[in-house]
């Protein structure tokens, strides 16, 4: 096989990993119930499945592109998918919530290289020129997956089990094994030295504040131990500020916070994103427990979300182009906040023709979030900056869907308390919805900071990818 059509596979591989982790990440929500009553577990104790998942590929993220340049691309995108495949096999063979827990890690563990590795892939062997097409080509499983995802796993949890919801990864993974080893290139870089201290002291961060809220979910630790460990957590987020000052060369420098708009979409990123962060995990749990509908149906459910997600990219360009990002973002975060505390409205009685454009304005404007925000974090980076700046913003997206599901079971958990009549479930997700619709909403008063002129230009980097 030549070189060129060495890299004309190259985006089609890259392409089927982003696929399995998008799949991933949507198939498994809709089958939670049913997963919880195969184990013996409540519904309302799930969330450490997604929790798990996205808090791995949190900390991992950053050492991804170190095991590129020092091991190369083909062999740790190989690697990625083996992990990923048999991180899905423990999970199907799972007999408890604890295994899976661990089964999910090792799903991570996986998903956490699959497109940053990928996508350094393509930018160290596609010309230039053609840079902008293969990576939009790249992405577009990524808006597949959350449109297939739900439905898929309603479907086979009715048809079959929900073990299929993680069988269905292998064979693809299967195929994907192939053509890595065959086609893409062991592209090296220079590694130089990991900032082991450093990813020690922000990884541990994560954990311990990921912990304290998921133990306040699961009601699994004591309102004095969960405090605890956030406080722990936070002491560790400021010991790796005081270290990075002084590093030669840390994680994740300082400088990149003197670039204004970055230090605003940054903040803004992780505070936005606690609010519509639980959206997908609560849901499908809200249509199966309190409205009654069976997983298939809420799954089909989710496609309208899907869709308004697929239609905001037609006109966010110029949306942003004549307003500006300090509007756009500052009036559309008060939109997705009141967008979600409106669910508070729906009842048995809502028809489902209502549910299906609720569903679908609120997938529009929570789309039109992810990409101002994404792409105002990183517009103004330089070369330099730019892969660090991206590396970051990936990992605060990922930690705060951990965070954000986090806090949705802790607030569902406290206004359930316990109490599983079908009355009392819609009551508490009613409430649940109202106060992740507030957090959100806070969000403004950091996009309110932004430079009112500001418009949009064409990014120096990537955007990192909308989850």
């Not at 890299?7 to 919880?36: C, E, K, R, S």
């Not at 990864?169 to 299967?174: A, F, L, Q, S």
């Not at 003197?258 to 803004?268: A, E, K, T, Y």
């Amino acid at each position: 096989m030549t070189q060129n059509q060495r890299f004309g596979v190259l985006p089609w591989i890259v392409a089927v990993g982003f696929f399995m982790q998008a799949l991933d990440m949507t198939i498994l929500n809709t089958a939670l119930p049913t997963m919880a009553q195969s184990l013996g577990e409540s519904p309302l104790r799930m969330q450490s499945l997604v929790v798990s998942y996205a808090l791995t590929v949190a900390l991992l993220i950053p050492a991804s592109g170190w095991l590129a340049d020092r091991f190369g691309t083909r062999r740790v995108f190989f690697a990625a998918i083996v992990l990923f495949s048999f991180g899905s096999l423990l999970c199907a063979i799972s007999s408890s919530l604890n295994m899976l827990i661990l089964s999910r890690i090792i799903q991570g563990m996986g998903g956490a290289l699959l497109l940053p590795v990928g996508r350094l892939a393509i930018l160290r062997s596609v010309p230039r020129d053609q840079l902008l097409q293969v990576l939009s080509f790249v992405v577009i499983p990524g808006l597949v997956g959350p449109l297939l995802g739900p439905t898929l796993g309603g479907w086979l949890v009715e048809v079959a089990s929900w073990h299929w919801v993680f069988l269905i990864n292998i064979p693809v993974g299967i195929i994907g094994c192939i053509a890595t080893w065959r086609y893409m290139p062991n592209l090296k870089g220079d590694a130089g030295k990991f900032d082991l201290q450093g990813f020690a002291l922000i990884g541990g961060a994560m954990v311990l504040v990921s912990l304290a809220l998921q133990g306040l979910g699961e009601k699994s630790l004591s309102l004095a131990v969960a405090m605890l460990l956030l406080v722990a957590g936070l002491a560790l987020f400021g010991a790796y500020w005081l270290y990075a000052a002084r590093a030669p060369r840390p994680l994740f420098g300082l400088n990149l916070f003197r670039i204004h708009s970055f230090s605003v979409g940054i903040i803004g990123n992780l505070f936005a994103r606690l609010g519509s962060g639980g959206m997908p995990y609560l849901l499908p749990l809200f249509l199966q427990l309190a409205l009654g509908f069976s997983p298939l149906h809420a799954g089909m459910l989710m496609i309208p979300t899907a869709l308004g997600a697929m239609t905001s990219k037609v006109f966010v360009n110029r949306l942003v182009k004549h307003f500006g990002y300090q509007r756009v973002l500052v009036v559309n975060t008060l939109i997705v906040g009141m967008l979600i505390a409106s669910y508070a409205l729906i009842g048995k009685d809502t028809p489902i023709w209502w549910l299906c454009i609720q569903f679908f304005v609120f997938g529009m404007f929570n789309s039109i979030q992810f990409s101002a925000m994404n792409t105002v974090t990183l517009k103004d980076l330089g070369d330099n900056a730019a892969s660090s700046g991206n590396s970051l913003l990936s990992v605060m997206m990922q930690l705060s869907v951990s965070l954000g599901v986090a806090m949705a079971a802790a607030l569902l958990a406290a206004f359930t308390e316990g109490r599983l009549q079908q009355a009392t479930v819609i009551d508490a997700f009613h409430s649940t919805y109202v106060c992740i619709g507030l957090i959100g909403m806070v969000a403004a008063s950091i996009f309110f900071q932004l430079d009112g002129n500001s418009r949009i230009g064409e990014p120096r980097s990537p955007p990192a990818d909308e989850t």
